[in-house]
T-cell receptor, first 117, second 112 residues
Framework: DQQVKQNSPSLSVQEGRISILNCDYT??????FLWYKKYPAEGPTFLIS?????DKNEDGRFTVFLNKSAKHLSLHIVPSQPGDSAVYFC????????????????FGKGTKLSVKP | EAQVTQNPRYLITVTGKKLTVTCSQN?????MSWYRQDPGLGLRQIYY???????DKGDVPEGYKVSRKEKRNFPLILESPSPNQTSLYFC???????????FGPGTRLLVL
């Protein structure tokens, strides 16, 4: 059963506009969420994170919103740039021992973002 | 430069021929992990290690082994590779399981 879901495999956005990437989770024990970005032929790199005690975290053009009641988070990129074209992975972690893998990150399947000039 | 290195980057092998993918980090991280990335499945954890001599299974450990004899190294061993282990493999390290993970560049494995 997939605990972290990214239901949109791909997203295409015009340069300068807003990109919104969505992520849903099923496990209410998750309390820490991260976004990673991955370019082809490279490993994923950390982008931004949010703890469940917050509902928003901002870093430059990147903002992550967390809606705990809906078990939903989203990553907003404003304005989008062609260099943002990559696969974005949402990941979640639970503080306490869960399924024998305490604290380990559970990743979604990723969303491929294409920003067109 | 702080980094996670993996070798080899690309590997073609045949079914049943034992292989090892090395992973090394120079950040003195305690936590290390192996993932595989497959189309439509995202990143799935194979094994992880909380510290030296402490390893545990992730979500998809079947067919893999690991060891953590030193803090910096975390090799992934495929004793008898099979075609369903054809995948893109990533090693990662962090200060702890819930800390930001730093990923290696990936190893693309093809098992014929």
């Amino acid at each position: 059963d997939q605990q972290v879901k990214q239901n949109s495999p791909s997203l295409s956005v015009q340069e300068g506009r807003i990109s919104i990437l969505n992520c849903d989770y099923t496990n209410s024990m998750f309390d820490y969420f991260l976004w990673y970005k991955k370019y082809p032929a490279e490993g994923p790199t950390f982008l931004i994170s949010i703890s469940s005690i917050k509902d928003k975290n901002e870093d430059g053009r990147f903002t992550v919103f967390l809606n705990k009641s809906a078990k939903h988070l989203s990553l907003h990129i404003v304005p989008s740039q062609p260099g943002d074209s990559a696969v974005y992975f949402c990941a979640a972690s639970a503080r306490w021992n869960y399924g024998g893998s305490q604290g380990n990150l559970i990743f979604g399947k990723g969303t491929k973002l294409s920003v067109k000039p | 430069e702080a980094q996670v290195t993996q070798n080899p980057r690309y590997l073609i092998t045949v079914t049943g021929k034992k292989l090892t993918v090395t992973c090394s980090q120079n950040m003195n991280h305690e936590y290390m992990s192996w993932y595989r990335q497959d189309p439509g499945l995202g990143l799935r954890q194979i094994y992880y290690s909380m510290n030296v001599e402490v390893t545990d299974k992730g979500d998809v450990p079947e067919g893999y082994k690991v060891s953590r004899k030193e803090k910096r190294n975390f090799p992934l061993i495929l004793e008898s590779p099979s075609p369903n282990q054809t995948s893109l493999y990533f090693c990662a390290s962090s200060l702890g399981a819930r800390e930001t993970q730093y990923f290696g560049p990936g190893t693309r494995l093809l098992v014929l």
